[in-house]
């Protein structure tokens, strides 16, 4: 077994230099314009997926992959790329992330090209395969943009910074459905992708000129060893989760990716112990700051991208609403993160994390519990409510999550912290996607029957299968009654009602989970232990 290593974190620069040297506000800008490419494309493609569903004949489980895809890439290598910033430079890592997924967004609106292009492809296919490749690169500018931060800014100011990065990405995550929209109605869903075209430009030459570069200065190489233990087990986790309800809970297949996982993380832990340079420091955990966080924004991510995802379809689907309208729709919350977010990283500076966080989650309860009350033909006042709430309730956690798991990591890892903090992010918002569509879709099932009444039984099995297909997008097939498009509707509402209600209930948990957060501590000269 490898003797632990300590290494001396470097002091926090004093508050006339920044870590990298340059200004450290046009760092934040510079590095701001590259991940609004990536949380814009985390929930614009929630308005989109109506049209993309109709356009390309997707089923549910293919919009599932859109998304999960696309997460389950980002979950899956974050980490990785993190340390790989650590080691070759976040400047340089963060630039390529830029790149590659600038290009990979313009391949995806052109997917059905590339169908015609490559045999047995499918337009669908060839989505899915783009969005992985996206969630890739989107891994890659992630954590390299927090740690380019981290070192950055003096220690003093990194709540300040946190808030102000705070409200970007809460507004380019809250902006993405109203963006969306403006596309779709006007353009295309394929301009959804097109559009980090130019943002992925601008982003480049701005990275080139303003950001400066920074590394580890203790770490000479990649745990391969672990990156590939960690991905599998990741890999294992998210791909059991999406693919159970097919399968079988129970079904041999099933139970056979839960033992991969469950095997992979055990040897992946056990490999960190004893490596000289483990991919992820296991000492981070003994901060029960950073371990916490880190469960915090996996359970916040699970319960918000797992319910969001239905919205655009009630909108759509069940509300008859134009893709313009249905962003318009989530304009409070766009709104109210501009506000909150910095509100937010004053609150934490104020009163610390445990109380801020912890109130946050309790709104964000009670605005998940209104949405779960949501009528079928809710009218503005009754959807924008629990938006604006929402907004308020997730931006002291965002905030104050990433500044107690990057904050509080020496600045030698801090590209491993930002990997850490966005992975967890994207686990739970792929988890929460794959299991909140399963219960939304077990509940229709169990729902549709009685809201068809006596004409249930004369429908024979393979069209009741189909109902219930249609049932998931919010959308009952045309030509049918109108008694059983109202069926379709009402079961559609029963299965989103239960999702918000089982995030109602992730989000009150988590909020007695940040009793025991402790208040954050900046780790500079605290000795790093590397194995």
């Known amino acids: 077994m490898a003797h632990a290593k300590a290494v001396d974190a470097p002091s926090s620069p004093g508050p006339a230099k920044t870590g990298t040297g340059g200004n450290p506000w046009l760092v934040l800008l510079a590095v701001s314009l590259g991940v609004i490419m990536v949380m814009l494309d985390g929930t614009v493609v929630g308005i989109a997926n109506p049209v993309i569903q109709t356009d390309l004949k997707a089923s549910l489980s293919d919009l599932q992959w859109v998304t999960s895809g696309y997460l389950l890439a980002l979950a899956v290598f974050l980490i990785t790329a993190g340390k790989l910033g650590d080691l070759f430079g976040h400047k340089r890592i963060f630039l390529i992330g830029v790149a590659g997924f600038a290009i990979s967004s313009v391949g995806i609106g052109l997917s059905a090209n590339l169908a015609d292009i490559i045999p047995g492809v499918s337009p669908v296919g060839a989505l899915i395969g783009l969005r992985v490749l996206q969630g890739l690169f989107g891994a890659l500018l992630q954590p390299a943009a927090l740690a380019l931060l981290r070192s950055a800014f003096p220690g003093e100011k990194l709540n300040q910074a946190m808030g102000a990065w705070g409200a970007i990405i809460g507004l380019s995550s809250a902006a993405g459905p109203i963006v969306g929209g403006v596309l ?108 916490i966080g880190t469960v915090l924004m996996m359970m916040v991510a699970f319960a918000m991208f797992g319910a969001m995802f239905f919205l655009g379809f009630f909108f759509q689907g069940v509300h008859g609403l134009s893709p313009l309208d249905a962003g318009l729709r989530m304009l409070p919350m766009s709104a109210g993160m501009i506000v909150a977010s910095p509100l937010a990283g004053m609150a934490i500076g104020k009163l610390g994390p445990k109380i801020t966080m912890a109130a946050g989650l309790l709104i964000t309860a009670f605005s998940m519990f209104l949405m779960s009350q949501l009528s079928i033909d809710a009218s503005f006042i009754e959807s924008g409510i629990p938006f604006l709430l929402l907004a308020f309730g997730l931006s002291p956690v965002f905030v104050g999550a990433t500044e107690i798991i990057v904050g509080n990591a020496p600045v030698e890892l801090s590209g491993v912290a930002g990997g850490l903090q966005q992975s967890a992010m994207q686990v739970g918002g792929a988890l929460g996607t794959a299991i909140l569509g399963a219960v939304m879709a077990s509940e229709i099932s169990s729902k549709l029957p009685g809201y068809l009444g006596p004409a249930a039984q004369a429908i024979p099995p393979a069209q009741m299968e189909g109902l219930e297909k249609a049932a998931a997008f919010g959308a009952a097939p045309p030509g049918l009654p109108q008694q059983i498009g109202d069926a379709v509707h009402h079961a559609f509402m029963d299965g989103m009602h239960v999702a918000f209600l089982v995030s109602t209930g992730i989000a009150v948990l988590t909020a007695l989970l940040t009793l025991f957060v402790k208040a954050g501590r900046k780790s500079e000269g605290a000795p790093v232990h590397m194995g």
Not at 236 to 259: H, Q, R
Not at 272 to 290: E, G, H
Request: aromatic content about 12%; proline content about 4%; charged content about 15%.
């Open 184 to 291: 779709v109605e006007n353009v295309s869903w394929e301009s959804v992708f097109f559009i980090n075209a130019p943002v992925g430009v601008i982003a480049l030459v701005m990275g080139i000129f303003l950001i400066k570069d920074s590394r580890s200065k203790t770490l000479a190489r990649i745990d391969w060893l672990g990156v590939v233990l960690l991905s599998g087990a990741m890999f294992s986790l998210v791909w059991t989760i999406i693919k159970a309800p097919e399968w079988g809970w129970g079904d041999s297949t099933t139970l056979t990716f839960v033992a991969a996982f469950v095997v992979l993380i055990a040897a992946f832990i056990l490999w960190q112990s004893r490596a000289k340079q483990p991919l992820v420091p296991l000492s981070l955990f003994r901060n029960a700051s950073i371990s």
